[in-house]
């Protein structure tokens, strides 16, 4: 019986380490490392989540005037991070200008 916890056990630990692990997959592929991405983590989640930016089709040019549009709304972009972050939009959530 003892055994048996243990192995039911095990088995739990096991599929939790499963799921944790392709959760962190999952999410490196659609926020591939890149300069820029910490910004977007700590910036871009105050007033919604990150589904905006993932669910959201907008050629480059619309995701340079939504970048400034949320900043006049008062997203705190540094000055400096603004390239980074403009580049790491457009590299992986731009779509096609039609
Ligand atoms: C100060 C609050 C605030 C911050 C910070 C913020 N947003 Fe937004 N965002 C909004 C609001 C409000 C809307 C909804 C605007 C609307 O629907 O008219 C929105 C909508 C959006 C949309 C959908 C726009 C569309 O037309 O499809 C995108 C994309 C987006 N935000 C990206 C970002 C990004 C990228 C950042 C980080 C630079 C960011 N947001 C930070 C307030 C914010």
């Known amino acids: ?11 739990i630990v096991i599929s939790g380490l499963i799921l944790f692990s392709t ?3 999952q999410s490196q592929e659609i926020f591939p490392a890149g300069q820029g991405r910490n910004t977007l983590f700590l910036v871009c989640v105050q007033c919604h989540s990150l589904n905006r930016v993932t669910e959201a089709k907008l050629t480059a040019a619309d995701w340079e005037f939504i970048m400034y549009d949320m900043i006049s709304r008062g997203a705190p972009v540094r000055e400096e991070e603004i390239d980074a972050l403009k580049k790491y939009l457009v590299d992986n959530f ?3 200008a039609k």
Do not use: L, Q, V
């Open 1 to 11: 019986m003892k055994r048996f916890a243990t192995w039911i056990t095990s088995g």
């Open 94 to 96: 731009a779509i096609e």
């Open 23 to 25: 959760g962190i997959t």
